[in-house]
């Protein structure tokens, strides 16, 4: 790292956007929580149905799934609804089938019972690591929805094993960075969305090659990095569960 | 009005619900109000773009239009995102065309020239009301999506004539109220929506006998509370404007 | 009303078109009802089937709803087929929604039994007044499906409690005018629906303010002229339903 | 065939159905015919657009297409809305496809002119044929619309040469019949429909065996009972179009 | 015919493109076949499931159904994928309805069982002739599934009677010729598509005019070439059914 | 690895299946190739347009897209076909994004010209691997594509720059293996695709948890096993490449 490199954001290599995770943001849903990555806000509900998809009805297993919706006005230029248009693009699917697929590693679906809980993450406000976002709200979302289906002793063992939480890494001028906003990531070389648990797992590793092919070395500080933040998102999300909502 | 009526909410027949219009909740957008009515909270972006839908190209004549839409969690019970289903229901696409007719009845689309504002207005938290909510907090969006065209110079004369509010009336236990909550809407007799300008004149009335058939002078009671109603908003709404914005 | 105001079509303010009901236009469906407005012909027919949507099903009651679509050489200019479209827009939508909740007004849904009725209304010629003209030719159909029912011995009790009829007034060049033409309707101020049943009860009101906010003395008058007008239909409904059909 | 042998309607084996051709049935169109063939009664609109579909455009040629639909109250059991359902079956499909080819035979696309004639046909009452019905309904639309534009300059050249029509022919209870209506349609064991000019060429031959498989001498014999209709058929729309119409 | 004519292949009027049936192309379906007429080379594979359509569910019936598809770079310019587009369009639903019927006329529905065997034909490659080829292919596939499941014993009676196969014929440059590849199809008079079956009766025949109407003389003509490629198809289909696969 | 471990297919843990790329396995698209890997094999075609997608247009660049699909008999349960469904899944969009960045990887857009050239990958037949298949299948098919355009004089500079391929790793029973098949794949605890230059450079990461999260030596581990076979399968597209096609 030359001594002149900076962020857009004069933010250190490995520093995080500040992080807020807001319980109880709205009152319907049995997990609400608005969750900020810096000027990323995601809105992210878990709602309980008593109904599993087809195929695990009649197992007994539960299951989490996610959906995805960037608001129309939430980014630079207006994003096109996707219900007008009448269907979610490949953008969509694919992010809110990493959410689902994040989340369902830490719950024993076993323990859950025939129910459907669905996680969605609105973004409100984008500026970059939407995705990675939503990860770290929707699972704080879904332990206090497990919370509300304790307390109505719906579920005797709590399904929840572990956290999970999720940032974005990637090589910024040549320089290995964490959580990318969006101004580095409209302008840089790599960038990787890392998924982990709080036992230091990986659950999902995905990085792209934008301008130039990243080498091995560049890979392990990436995944590096990414765990120091993790690390930090998953603290931030106990001391969320922990405190008194409204 | 019996002695002993009361409204689930403890409010007074004509009494609107606290009413909150938030400017500049995001950033993106030229305009961007969170307006509650009560626990209904809906976001209202005003994005802009330079062009117009295809029977006014050439024209010289700019447009305003809406799309409205529900958080999956922001209802009691989970609705579907309509992304995932594929299409917007008969009720979005009435309630996106209320909205987009009603602000198309303040401005001069003359003045505004050939660009397009869509006001998207996503429930984030539905407690009855949505609509009424969402044409009161876009106007304020609007506004501001203008102020910002004209601070550019990309408009010289003024395209709004008066302002526009709405709000919902209806005849609950036999006796009319102002301003529905979700308790009040789902057991009333009747239920109108009613849309007026600062002038006093009436845009959109539309009202729907849900038990028994409404009588004329059930009609009259109704639009006389909704014009007590919408003037209060429309002095919320200045108010609003003529605060400073973050 | 200056002296030389005049209608295009030459009628008084208060004059409805000439209105015919013919049953028994076609004979499958268990009604059949070709409904004109002057020149605006709807083909109406109800068919039934026992069972009902997913909501009701297992509570006994009954649904009675609607469907309208325009064929495409209905009008002056050609108007997409919507079924190669590959969806309804959202004018059809509202209006088909509008004729299902005006019907649903004047049904015992519990006294119908777990059957569905459905009212396709299908316009064969526009010229103003279509959704109107569909309701009260609707409903005309619906009584007759209801008496086959009634004779085959699948309905025990009369599940219709009343007529109900509708027709549009407006305010055209500063008179308000009842029952609009095509010409009227696209050069009108006000254009306002107006669904009532035989006691002189309103169902729906629905008016839209075109070119300036009407007063409430405006509304007074075409309510008033409304009423006027439902009052004839219910009349032309009444000796059409007793007079004997092919 | 059996000195016993009936068809239900008691007609003779190469007897058509009563046919009428009602031009000018609806006002709007540049052709509108109300076609039946017994109980099988088809409206069709001929609309005129100044403008070629892509891949003509430029070419100077004019195009001829068809739209056919069934209303949902058209047959004994109440079709599906194809604009509901949200797509065209693929029975919709193969007729449209088969009406506009079958017109195009007689239309000199470059006499035309850069313009799109399509026709709409939509079924009122379905007793068998519609297809049939609808080929030779549609010609008498097609041949008024044209006028129109001779009549008004727009084309200076006939593009019609030759007239077509078409007729359904089957094997009923081993015996070859013309013009199979609903109650033969549905119990027969082979099922043709045939397409042909007024020189008694073949424009489409499209024959289906249902129930056994037809020989060389079958499909002869119904061939040749198609030519008898159809030179029927094409003196009755010689017959309508020389009328005058309101 | 004149002494000049000529083929652009250079084969005789009566002369099929050489035809291969490569059982077993692929490993997982009941039943792969690769069928070439030519260049022209369609992938027919039979799937079987244990349940059948809605409208058969109990009777105890079977069902026999296609489904068609060109691969993009089948074709000289890539054709849209449909998936991609949303939906099948006309001409291939029209072929998938073609290929069902023809190869239910030979199978005993209530001898299969209650389970749908499904053929589903994707060309690899078109050069003309694809709906021929693809029923011609498509028997042989079925018969292979039908064979796995008498020998695990589900099926007691063989539900095949008899084979079926399909071959176009068409007039080019005033000639009756077989079997038309993409050269000769593009540049026709006519174009007519036969299936038949072993014992010598027609089970489809569909023939359109493309320049000239036919005449009855050519139509026989045209049905006996198709007659005499069909036996030389049948006894190909045998021969392939009678050698092993790996 | 314990002593006795194995795989179902009886490879070394670092063995890749047999691999064959079969070019010009089909004639009209500019590049085909049937890839191989064990019993996967994947039809990719690479297919030129000269236009290219709305936001590049008038930028002098041009585009590189791909398309995926799965026969439905390609798996040992019939998938549904996604063109009946109406709409591509969210694993077909995921993958097929994957293919199209994958390839953009390797070329100069600029040099390419405003062309779009489209890679269509459809698997014939499926036992694991099939993206990673039809990455390096397809890279083999662009170079035919690109080689047609060079001799054609289309493209003056060549704008391939280095090579890529794609294979699976992953950890089956503790063991890290490459090149998953289907048996493999669906009893294994991670997951990950890899795509990769010539130049040894990381194109794309994407390893999922299936069973438990991943440690950072396994992560290690697979990277380097894929980067062993990703050596060889590049040789692979060297050699095919060179050979001569017919």
Redesign the interface.
């Known amino acids: 790292m030359s001594s002149d490199f900076s962020r857009p954001s004069g933010r250190a290599p490995d520093q995080l956007r500040p992080v807020t995770l807001q319980r109880g943001f ?4 049995a997990g ?1 929580v608005l969750v900020s990555f810096g ?1 990323t ?1 995601v ?1 992210c ?3 309980v ?1 008593n109904r599993t998809p087809g195929f695990l009805r009649g197992t007994g297993d539960g299951w989490v799934t996610a ?1 995805y ?1 960037m ?6 230029t ?1 994003v096109d ?14 992010i ?2 990493l959410i689902g ?1 994040s989340l369902r ?1 830490c719950i024993d679906r076993k323990a859950l019972g025939e129910r459907t809980i ?1 996680l ?1 993450c ?1 973004v ?3 500026d970059g690591g939407t995705r990675t976002a939503a990860i770290t709200g929707a699972y704080v979302a879904l332990c206090d929805a497990i919370s509300v289906l304790r307390k109505r002793g719906d579920i005797k063992t709590n399904p929840l094993f572990g956290a999970v939480a999720a940032v974005s890494v990637g090589v910024y001028r040549g320089v290995p960075v964490l959580d990318l906003d969006y101004a580095e990531d409209s302008d840089c070389d790599t960038d ?1 969305n890392v998924v ?2 709080d ?11 934008e301008g ?5 070395e560049e ?2 500080q990436m ?2 990095l990414a ?1 120091v933040g993790i690390t930090q998102l998953i603290e931030l999300q106990r001391q969320a569960l922990e405190s008194v909502t409204a």
Chains 1, 2, 3, 4, 5, 6 share one sequence.
């Not at 130039?212 to 091995?216: D, S, T, Y």
């Open positions: 709205t009152r319907h849903a609400s000027d806000r809105l509900t878990a709602s149905e959906e919706g608001l129309p006005g939430s980014t630079h207006r609804r996707e219900a007008a248009r009448g269907k979610q693009g490949g953008r969509t699917l694919e809110q089938r697929r590693a669905t969605d609105d409100l406000q984008a990787m982990m648990n036992g230091g797992g990986f659950i999902e590793v995905q990085g792209t090659a130039h092919a990243f080498r091995m890979l392990q995944t590096a765990s």
